[in-house]
């Protein structure tokens, strides 16, 4: 019952913008797009989210395209700590929980 | 501020054995979370507490799970007897308030391995 779609990997270059791409054509109105990630070896990090304007906060900044369908996570200065899997995930407003998919593996390589 | 702990970090037990997870919230988190992520699978929720009560278990596997929150402060979550399938990561999350507005902060979870 998968919402969103994720590419499964990708690499990134350290100090350089991580652009990582997220489908969901089938997002409600009331839905939110959440972005977490999970570092090896600990839980999953709340990143940030948005319902349709773009976001920024200290970790990163979340484009939504205009008609909703999709989304951009930007990791602007990545480092070798953001290796992670990076999940996107569409959640009701009133819902609790949190339906994560595969993930987009992310390494940043030095 | 401490953030959500969980104990222990590793558990390995025998098939048929007895196992209690157990998570404690960041103070004054109403609500708290088990999810479990089991091998090469994704990560899936098990149940929802709002203090003392739970709320939604619909993601509990099966009876030999049960979870508790006495006094809506930790939570503890038994596994009794444990089955191979079992295996995984137990993860506890906790959030303030309900609501698809409100993020989880999460442990760092319980490395479960039944033999």
């Known amino acids: 019952d998968a919402k969103t779609t994720q590419p499964p990997s990708m690499d990134c270059a350290e100090g350089r913008a991580a652009n990582l791409p997220c489908n969901h054509s089938t997002i409600s109105g009331n839905e939110y797009v959440y972005w977490y990630r999970q570092i090896h070896s600990q839980g999953p990090q709340y990143i940030i989210h948005?319902?349709?304007n773009n976001e920024t906060n200290e970790m990163a900044s979340l484009i939504i395209t205009e008609d909703r369908k999709s989304s951009t996570l930007i990791l602007p200065h990545a480092t070798l700590r953001d290796t992670a899997v990076y999940y996107c995930?569409?959640?009701?407003?009133?819902?609790?929980?949190?339906?994560f998919g595969a993930g987009t593996t992310v390494t940043v390589r030095a | 501020e401490a953030g959500v702990t969980q104990f222990p970090s590793h558990s390995v037990i025998e098939k048929g054995q007895t196992v209690t997870l157990r998570c404690d919230p960041i103070s004054g988190h109403d609500n708290l979370y088990w999810y479990r992520r089991v091998m090469g699978k994704e990560i899936k929720f098990l149940l929802h507490?709002?203090?003392?009560?739970?709320?939604?278990e619909s993601g509990m596997p099966n009876n030999r799970f049960l979870a508790e929150r006495t006094g809506g402060t930790y939570s503890t979550l038994k596994v009794q007897p444990a089955e191979l399938e079992d295996s995984g990561v137990y993860f506890c999350?906790?959030?303030?308030?309900?609501?698809?507005?409100?993020?989880?902060?999460f442990g760092s979870g319980t490395q479960l391995s039944v033999l």
């Open positions: 948005g319902l349709k």
């Open positions: 995930i569409v959640r009701v407003y009133d819902d609790y929980k949190l339906s």
């Open positions: 999350a906790s959030s303030l308030r309900q609501g698809g507005r409100e993020k989880l902060f």
């Open positions: 507490f709002v203090k003392e009560s739970k709320q939604d």
